[in-house]
Structures are given as structure tokens and as C-alpha cells.
């Protein structure tokens, strides 16, 4: 898996409304201040690296652990399974609110990205054909960072835009279920990662 791919999941993250944006926009609508949006913004971001640092954690020690070969059919199944699972869900956990602190912020969004199998689809960069066996923690400390950054530039310009120029009324107009492109993503990802 390229840096560009691993870099474009980290924008498609970023501009996917479950994984914080809009979360962040009702809030500085809210609030009436594009200062409150900033806030809300470092936490979300925090927890989604989170969620993706420990899929990353647990890639690397199996990686030392399990031989290549059969970490990637491991990992095209989890892949698979979960690609199931999203597609299949009919709620996103509603216990949020609207008065959440950056700890709150920083929880929800971990929970949103892990429920979503956020890191799982960076398995094939870090165990795709040009990783080397044991080597996934430094590998993984690099896909983390660029999917977390090109997740974080996203999310603040799609946040932005929707505070100072469209509002939130305009996903009723061109919602697109975004669930059922994840799910296609996670899939075609364990299938790549089955080929390598």
C-alpha cells in the first residue's frame, strides 16, 4: 500500500461525517463561534489516532509473533469480518450528547473510529508484501502519522466549511451513506491483503 493510499484513508476518515466533523460543526453552531469548532477538533482527532495506534500496536505484536504468510489471511478475515459487521449495523452509538468536554471528545471519538475498524484498514501497508517481518512498529509509526495527519487537514477544512459556508442542512440534500462505502473499502482491503 502506498503513502498516497494510506494518506488518502486518512482524508476519507477525515471528510466522513461519523468520524467527527459534524460532531465539531454542531458544536460551534452551538456555541456561535468557529473557536469552539477549533476546540472540539484536537480531541477527535486524539482519539481517532488512538483507536488507529492501538490496531497498529496490536499489528506489531503479532507480526512478531505469527508468521507473515499467515498474519495476512488473519488479517484479510478480520478485514472481511468486519466489512460484515459495519455493513450489517443499523445505530452509531448515540450516548454522546452535546455537552462533552475534550475528555468526552477524546472518548467518543475512540469509540467511533474503533467501532468503524478505523486502523484496520492500514493492515495491508503494514503487512502487505514490502513490510519487513518484525519490523511493523517503526512502519506503523509512519502510516500513523500520515493517516493521521491528511485525517486531521480534512476534517478541519470539511468542519470549517461546513460552519462559515453550508451548515449542517446540507447533508440532508446529498447524504451518501457512508457505512456502505466503508464497508466496500474494508473488503476490497482484505482482498488485497489475501493477493499480496
Known amino acids: 500500500m502506498s503513502w ?3 494518506g488518502l484513508l486518512g ?3 477525515g471528510l466522513n461525517p461519523a468520524m467527527g466533523w459534524l460532531l465539531a460543526t454542531a458544536l460551534g453552531l ?4 468557529a473557536s469552539a469548532v477549533m476546540r472540539a477538533l484536537p480531541p477527535i482527532f486524539l482519539g481517532h489516532a488512538a483507536s488507529v495506534a492501538v490496531v497498529i500496536t496490536a499489528a506489531g505484536v503479532a507480526d512478531s509473533l505469527v508468521p507473515g504468510a499467515t498474519l495476512r489471511w488473519i488479517g484479510a478475515a478480520v478485514l472481511l469480518g468486519s466489512s460484515v459487521v459495519v455493513l450489517r449495523r443499523r ?3 448515540r450516548r454522546a450528547g452535546m455537552r462533552l468536554g475534550s475528555g468526552g471528545l477524546v472518548m467518543w471519538s475512540f469509540v467511533m473510529a474503533s467501532s468503524h ?4 484498514m492500514l493492515l ?3 503487512f502487505g508484501p514490502t513490510h519487513a517481518h518484525h519490523g511493523a512498529p517503526p512502519a506503523g509509526i509512519a502510516v500513523l502519522v500520515v493517516h493521521s495527519a491528511a485525517m486531521l487537514l480534512a476534517m478541519t477544512a470539511a468542519a470549517l466549511v461546513a460552519f462559515r459556508i453550508t451548515g449542517v442542512g446540507v447533508l440532508r440534500r ?3 451513506n457512508t457505512d456502505v462505502l466503508w464497508s466496500i473499502a ?3 482491503s482484505g482482498i488485497v491483503l489475501l493477493l499480496t
Open 30 to 33: 452551538q456555541e456561535q463561534r
Open 4 to 6: 498516497v493510499v494510506i
Open 117 to 120: 475498524g478505523a486502523g484496520l
Open 11 to 13: 482524508t476519507y476518515h
Open 174 to 176: 446529498i447524504w451518501i
Open 91 to 93: 445505530a452509531h452509538p
Open 124 to 126: 495491508p501497508a503494514l
Open 186 to 188: 474494508l473488503a476490497a
